[in-house]
DNA sequence: CTTGCACCATACGCTGGCGTATTGATAGAC
DNA sequence: GTCTATCAATACGCCAGCGTATGGTGCAAG
């Protein structure tokens, strides 16, 4: 994609987004400290004069990528799941999402690796704790009592987390095709239980299908 | 092997293994980068002198770390779990072991974030694919046919996963106390459809009908 | 044209960690 | 009491990455 270019006539040069987004591609590629500011300027054709123009310092472009990054989580989440009016077809919007990307979960990973640092902290926390509560809606517009739901959130999860993990560490185990759709069913039958206590109105008759596999 | 002397009076010089546990100790704290010769070196109150001797370098000794990992995992398996005859009870001993140690859960996340170095990942999935395998034979013991076990083994091996990094990450998120054992409740509950143990009559009961089989 | 600004290159010093080489210390064997 | 193997200290060269200082270049406005 090329440059804003609100302008005329614009130079190609390089901006802290272009900086940021290479800065997570490394952090995806070879976690937090591969975010380097020699290597990564290499990589973008210029030297470590162009980087120290932008940025103060090295952990001024980590968090700039982490900004960038948890701007894109949150999008993504709003844009994509958010218009859907049911929550059970919600979650499994999320669960299918989760296990879709293999980039963004593998940056997830890799950035929650980090969470020592009191720069990293932060941004993972917010991530971690908007999916959780987004989560802990979806259980209540099922109809589960505020406890409940939250604990039920923290199980969908931690269960999404654990098949990123899954998938990094022993893609092997990992199955494909149709029977990962058996497994993606045995999975989102049992964390969306649908026979809540109260009045349970409908019965959803829900198809889970998707194209599995790792993508990029 | 082992050491020199095993009479009273023994030297209080470093063996290989005192180093591996340092290095672990340091994974567990900051990652596999904190495997560092010269820092660890001055943690054991030696320079790095000591550790050339013992050791041909950096890697040798993080393969040490990693193989004393191994045997560790391996043998609190078998220790703790093996003897209880009840397939339900091992499970569920599991989940708990699995959320009792935080430190165990750090050294394993940590260790799995080096998932790409070729010194690290054979064990990462020596490690794993030996968990998943005892949950699927535990899953197995409670009447489940191969392929089903092998679904909720990765299932729930993913929620122990899961909840470790919550633990991590968020561990404001992670309840206390009674609340607690309400969560582990709500999921060994979902996690082991005990469905089975109920009747000892049927030699292969496929609990694995949920509602799955009908919706295509 | 020249001035100012935005962006980048070059060159430098500094630090921390890896690995080697050499010497030093100590305990047990003889 | 010497000798030798085992373990450790010291000193060195090397490299990668951080941060700084300073100079260079293109472009747009005046």
């Not at 804003?4 to 900086?19: F, K, T």
């Not at 987004?21 to 470590?48: C, Q, Y």
């Not at 968090?63 to 049911?86: G, K, M, S």
């Not at 939250?150 to 095709?177: K, S, V």
């Amino acid at each position: 994609m090329s440059r804003p270019m609100a302008s005329p006539a614009s130079r190609q040069n390089l901006s802290v987004e272009d900086w940021a987004r290479a800065a997570l591609d490394a952090i995806a590629a070879g976690g937090l400290d591969a975010v380097a500011v020699e290597p990564l300027a290499r990589r973008l054709g210029v030297t470590k004069g162009s980087f120290y123009w932008h940025f103060a310092n090295r952990e001024a472009l980590i968090r700039a990528a982490l900004e960038l990054w948890e701007r894109q989580e949150t999008d993504d989440i709003l844009d994509r799941v958010e218009p859907e009016p049911d929550p059970y077809a919600r979650i499994v919007k999320l669960f299918k999402q989760a296990n879709a990307s293999y980039r963004s979960g593998r940056l997830y990973l890799a950035i929650a690796a980090g969470e020592d640092s009191p720069v990293v902290s932060p941004f993972v926390r917010r991530v971690s704790e908007r999916r959780m509560n987004y989560l802990q809606e979806c259980y209540r517009d099922l109809g589960f009592e505020a406890s409940q739901a939250r604990h039920w959130a923290r199980f969908a999860y931690a269960t999404f987390m654990g098949n990123l993990q899954i998938r990094r560490d022993t893609p092997e185990a990992m199955p494909t095709g149709p029977e990962f759709n058996q497994y993606l069913r045995l999975m989102i039958s049992t964390l969306i239980p649908r026979t809540v206590a109260a009045g349970d109105s409908e019965q959803h008759p829900h198809v889970v299908s998707m194209h599995a596999g790792s993508s990029q």
